[in-house]
């Protein structure tokens, strides 16, 4: 009796870690590569498929890759027309104050929200995160609050801010799947990889003194595809690295958590990436640009039109896969005028097996004017 409790206690537990597994069916672990880190993922930028993991769920210190997320939250302050980079923040003596990375802001001054920002993205400053924040939310304070309610929204269920900028905090933590899930979000923004993108620059002070920037990001110059990322260092994290490359239409995120030094993170995120681009390829399943269809067009001052899906659609699949997807539409046999740019007139429906993996709204792209009665009449004319 008590061998049979004992082999039905392990197998609840066995169900209930597949149950619960947030990892892809693809995600592998084990021995496919070497690293010594704490936690890492690769993951395929387009689906969010998770194509490697070592703990990626487990909750730690991330150090300055928590600024990952105060650069989502002023990037979406650009989106929706709050601040430009010419937009001028007054520094206050708290945000001049900050140690570690800096870049040694003035107090009581005016900066430009660019300048702020870039010195953020290249240089992981302090000071300058805190002086967005403040900006922003009026206090730190008040922007953790901000910071901790996109992680919900984007699902990061394994974090939890406490500042801006990742120095030490006991009940500050994240993991490597949340960071990868900030960073994808991130990589969305062209002003972004503006700046992730420079590898030496400096930035002017209003009084004239100047302060070098080089990208803690080493990668961007010495990865073939790296153009973005956040490191992090703190005797309590150990050295952390979040990046994002590029190669043959296919984007990678790669994190290490918890590396030993400076060099092996680089190196563990470069063995991810190499992993990633030799074992797996980017198969285009829906493009965006090329019409999926041509449709007549009933009252309209044109006769036919052509229909495209709104959005690309990609899987990643192991090199030699040899998977087949099924794209099916769910549209009208004719559009009625007048329509308008972007206007859905249908579904692309993208399955597996009988399992829907990705919808697409089906669009026009440009407007379509309704027959006037003066057309109505010429038409009648012409074909009398």
């Not at 069916?25 to 496919?32: L, T, V, Y």
Request: proline content about 3%; charged content about 20%.
């Amino acid at each position: 009796m008590k061998k049979f409790l004992i082999i039905m206690i392990m197998l609840c537990l066995t169900l209930s870690s597949l149950v619960l597994s947030p990892i892809s069916a693809f995600a592998e672990s084990g021995n496919e590569v070497d690293l010594t880190c704490k936690s890492a993922c690769l993951v395929d930028y387009a689906s969010g498929n998770m194509l490697y993991s070592h703990n990626p769920k487990e909750h730690l210190p991330i150090a300055s890759m928590v600024k990952m997320m105060t650069i989502l939250l002023t990037l979406e302050q650009f989106d929706n027309g709050s601040i430009n980079e010419d937009t001028l923040i007054t520094t206050t003596e708290n945000a001049s104050s900050m140690g570690g990375s800096q870049v040694f802001i003035d107090p009581y001054v005016d900066y430009s929200a660019g300048d702020l920002l870039k010195s953020v993205v290249m240089a992981s400053a302090n000071d300058a995160s805190v002086a967005l924040a403040e900006y922003i939310s009026g206090s730190e304070k008040a922007f953790v609050v901000k910071m901790n309610d996109k992680a919900k929204e984007l699902g990061m269920l394994d974090t939890n801010y406490v500042n801006c900028t990742g120095l030490p905090a006991p009940e500050q933590y994240s993991c490597a799947q949340d960071c990868a899930i900030v960073l994808k979000e991130v990589a969305e923004h062209e002003l972004y990889h503006k700046y992730s993108t420079i590898w030496m620059d400096e930035l002017v002070h209003p009084s004239g003194r100047k302060t070098e920037l080089v990208n803690t990001n080493r990668l961007i110059r010495y990865y073939e595809g790296c153009d973005g990322g956040k490191t992090g260092s703190t005797n309590e994290a150990g050295c952390c690295l979040s990046a994002s490359a590029k190669r043959n239409n296919m984007r990678l995120i790669s994190v290490i958590i918890g590396a030993q030094n400076s060099q092996t993170r680089f190196n563990e995120c470069t063995k991810l990436f190499n992993y990633g681009f030799a074992n797996y390829e980017s198969r285009n399943i829906v493009d965006a640009s090329k019409p999926v269809m041509n449709l007549k067009v009933s009252k309209g001052q044109q006769d036919n039109v052509d229909i495209y899906a709104k959005e690309n659609y990609a899987v990643v699949v192991k090199k030699g896969d040899k998977t087949t997807y099924d794209v099916t539409f769910e549209n009208p046999v004719a559009i009625k005028a007048p329509t308008k740019q972007d206007d859905v007139i249908g579904k692309v429906i993208v399955s597996n097996s009988g399992n829907v993996l990705k919808e697409i709204d089906l669009v026009v792209k440009s407007n379509i004017d309704a027959l006037s009665l003066k057309d109505c009449f010429d038409k009648v004319v012409e074909t009398w």
